[in-house]
């Protein structure tokens, strides 16, 4: 009697799993990484943005500038937040926000997309005109 109740059991669950979209046993598909077109302004604009080393994961040291434009645009989205054993979220970390407004300086940089009050220069000499020797 028991083989019959578990046989009848395993027979709904297999219907309830085929009447489901993804029957096949294959993950469902996870959602295209986002364009680099959608990044974010920088909430900082951090002036060598291409020196700043990420400070985790496979990439733990790399400058951003020597990553593919692919992994700059991963690090510049927004990160699921930590979430605490009361439900609140973490603040974001500091080294995680400098990693975030650099990798997005980078992009705008390179498309030329930055606020032109925002771009970063090399600081300029400070040159007395009147005393330049011809």
Do not use: C
Not at 53 to 79: C, I, M, P
Not at 91 to 98: C, I, K, S, T, W
Not at 124 to 129: C, F, H, L, Q, T
Request: proline share 11%; glycine share 6%; net charge neutral.
């Amino acid at each position: 009697m028991n083989l019959e109740l578990i046989n009848a059991e395993l027979v709904r669950i297999r219907e309830a799993l085929e009447a489901r979209p993804f029957a096949s046993g294959a993950p469902a598909a996870k959602p295209a990484a986002p364009r680099s077109d959608e990044v974010p302004m920088p909430t900082e604009i951090i002036e060598d943005a291409g020196s700043v080393q990420v400070h985790f994961g496979k990439n733990k040291g790399v400058a951003l500038s020597t990553l593919g434009d692919r992994s700059v645009a991963w690090y510049a989205q927004e990160a699921e937040p930590r979430i605490g054993n009361n439900g609140k979220p973490f603040p974001p970390r500091p080294e995680d926000v400098l990693l975030r407004n650099a990798a997005r300086t980078l992009i705008h940089q390179k498309r030329g997309t930055l606020p032109s009050a925002a771009v970063p220069t090399a600081p300029v000499a400070n040159i007395d005109e009147g005393n330049v020797p011809f």
